[in-house]
């Protein structure tokens, strides 16, 4: 049951930034976006990804995984669509 709920935590946390990505590329706009806070989020999720290795525990390792590929990404497009 354990695994269940730290699947689903995982996967609402990883789809978490997905709106804001698809956002970003669709309108090419950052403005309103923050580079310290998508930054924070990929450090942490980077640790985690590390930690979930660590303890061999897959649900953390593919979650985070994922997020730190999505939050690099939304950090990419904050320096590409930046005026």
Do not use: C, E, H
């Not at 709920?5 to 996967?11: E, L, Q, V």
């Amino acid at each position: 049951m354990a695994d269940i709920i730290g699947i689903f935590a995982g996967f609402f946390t990883t789809i978490g930034a997905l709106p804001q990505i698809i956002k970003a590329y669709r309108t090419k706009s950052v403005g309103d976006i923050s580079l310290w806070m998508f930054t924070t989020i990929l450090t942490g999720v980077i640790l985690w990804t590390v930690y979930g290795t660590i303890k061999m525990d897959w649900p953390i390792i593919i979650t985070n995984g994922i997020s730190a590929i999505l939050n690099g990404i939304m950090i990419l497009f904050y320096f590409k669509f930046s005026k």
